[in-house]
């Protein structure tokens, strides 16, 4: 079965600094996605970042960052030049890569706040 | 561009009463839906899935259901309502082609069962 933890239940951070999140998972699956999420205190999901099991480069999109290191099952996200706006609840995911309905499994998920 | 919306917002019901929370996307066809709970402070729960018009899938044994009635409209119901049943309620869609395709959520419903 799959499984994603996130052993870090909150982060603290100072402005302008880089923090990386941690995410290991746990699948049979040859094929498979990984996503992080953000969710402020509004509650709403927000995708920030995807990588493929097969990509070999770790996917980037502008100030978030993946580190994919396969053969450990990890998927950390890091976030450079942290912002107050970051302040959130993020979400580490994995979803199948075969069939139809991409089912996902999220982890518990890890607070961030950004200190001025 | 595609959007998700959810309703209500927010809702407040007695343990008994029945629940019906709807989804609808716009700008897209076929899309896989998904009904998932979020406890406070934890992560997401998958209920239930459909890649079709009247096909559900459950994950979860609980006193929901689901319904897809249109393709692009998605349901959670239930005919009595637990204190357990509390949570906050998030539909999402993504294309149905790939597993690997991200998910796109509503901004959600908070449920309170007194």
């Known amino acids: 079965a799959q499984k994603i933890t996130q052993t870090q239940p909150g982060m603290f951070v100072q402005e302008k600094e880089a923090v990386t999140l941690d995410c290991t998972y746990d699948?049979?699956?040859?094929?498979?996605?990984l996503f992080w999420y953000k969710q402020p205190s509004s509650g709403e999901m927000i995708f920030l970042i995807y990588?493929?099991?097969?990509?070999?480069q770790n996917a980037t999109e502008g100030r978030y960052s993946l580190n994919f290191q396969k053969a450990r099952k990890s998927a950390n996200l890091v976030i450079s030049a942290s912002q107050l706006g970051d302040s959130a609840m993020y979400f580490c995911?994995?979803?199948?890569?075969?069939?139809?309905?991409?089912?996902?499994?999220f982890g518990d998920g890890t607070t961030l706040t950004v200190k001025p | 561009s595609q959007t998700i919306h959810q309703w209500p917002a927010t809702l407040v019901q007695p343990v008994g009463s029945p629940l019906s929370l709807e989804c609808t996307v716009e700008?897209?066809?076929?899309?896989?839906l998904y009904w998932y709970r979020q406890a406070a402070g934890r992560g997401l729960q998958l209920l239930f899935y459909?890649?079709?018009?009247?096909?559900i899938s459950s994950e979860v044994p609980q006193n929901l259901s689901a319904s897809r009635p249109q393709d692009r409209q998605f349901i959670l119901s239930s005919k009595k309502l637990l204190l357990s049943d509390s949570g906050f309620y998030l539909c999402?869609?993504?294309?149905?082609?790939?597993?690997?395709?991200?998910?796109?959520f509503g901004p959600g419903t908070r449920l309170t069962v007194l």
């Open positions: 999402a869609w993504s294309r149905g082609l790939a597993g690997v395709n991200e998910q796109f």
């Open positions: 699948t049979s699956d040859q094929s498979y996605g």
């Open positions: 990588q493929g099991s097969y990509d070999e």
């Open positions: 995911a994995m979803r199948e890569g075969g069939g139809r309905a991409g089912k996902s499994t």
């Open positions: 700008g897209t066809s076929n899309p896989n």
């Open positions: 459909s890649v079709g018009i009247g096909q």
